[in-house]
């Protein structure tokens, strides 16, 4: 019965990196197709040419485009990081009034789709007068990426031994101080976590990137990739697709893989034990 179930086990473990493996595998073969062959389906290898990469290099700002969706997700993690450090400082550790339900308000923010939002932070970017700059991704990613932030980092500090506090305020240490030298290096497992999937979440963003910006300058690669077009307005170039698609998720990937420890800590950790 143990091995009928240890079977069943692994079999589902099976089925399911299988299905979530498998887009990203395809997309990966069918990059090095050209020609007839993209529309041929094959699950293993038939043919390898690069022509499709060399391809997405000469449409026209596509590299402009990736310089551009690291900068604004960079910016939307440093950003985010550095006012959700602080307010989680304070929602953890001073007592207030209305404590409890600023931080379910806050929660409750995230709930909110895009969709519903897009007309009212359209108006305001403009009014601010940074459409069609960088800024509008950055400052739309950080308040869609601050409550995620904010309730983990939160519930991170909050298990974190009040002993440790007390014996920096004993030694003169301020608010700061404590935040910087002594809450930092303990919650680096959180910020990994959070910071990775923020940037996650902004390198993938389309409808924001799409609304906010509109010139090649200044697109991210999601819109970039979404508006590649053929030698005619009724082909659509499916291999160029799949070669730009492979060349952002690689990153992406590298990026987990090398800090998939930190991420499972970030995730898992409530504390500290001493």
């Given at each position: 019965?143990k ?24 997309a990966?073969?069918?990059?090095f ?34 310089l ?23 929602l ?183």
């Amino acid at each position: 019965m143990k091995i009928v179930k240890k079977i069943a086990f692994y079999l589902l473990v099976l089925v399911i990196v299988v299905a979530s493996v498998f887009p990203f595998y395809y997309a990966v073969i069918t990059s090095f197709k050209t020609g007839t062959a993209l529309f041929e389906v094959n699950y293993w290898p038939t043919s390898f040419s690069l022509n499709n990469y060399y391809a997405v290099f000469e449409q026209g700002e596509f590299p402009r485009n990736i310089l551009n969706s690291v900068f604004i997700a960079t910016m939307t993690v440093i950003l985010a990081l550095l006012m959700a450090v602080t307010a989680s400082y304070a929602l953890a550790r001073v007592r207030f009034r209305g404590r409890g339900l600023l931080l379910m308000t806050i929660l409750a923010v995230s709930m909110f789709p895009q969709i519903a939002v897009l007309s009212g932070l359209f108006e305001m970017i403009r009014f601010i007068g940074i459409y069609n700059t960088p800024w509008a991704l950055i400052l739309s990613y950080t308040i869609f990426t601050l409550p995620f932030t904010v309730w983990v980092l939160t519930t991170f500090m909050r298990d974190l031994p009040i002993e440790i506090e007390e014996a920096a305020i004993v030694d003169g240490a301020t608010p700061w101080q404590i935040i910087v030298k002594v809450f930092l290096p303990l919650m680096w497992p959180a910020l990994v976590t959070t910071g990775l999937l923020a940037f996650i979440g902004a390198w993938n963003e389309f409808l924001f990137a799409l609304t906010f910006t509109s010139s090649n300058e200044t697109r991210t690669v999601p819109v970039a990739i979404g508006l590649l077009s053929g030698a005619t307005q009724y082909e659509t170039p499916w291999g160029i697709i799949m070669a730009a698609s492979v060349l952002v998720t690689v990153p992406i990937i590298i990026m987990v893989l090398i800090f998939q420890r930190k991420i499972v800590a970030g995730l898992t950790a409530g504390g500290v034990k001493g």
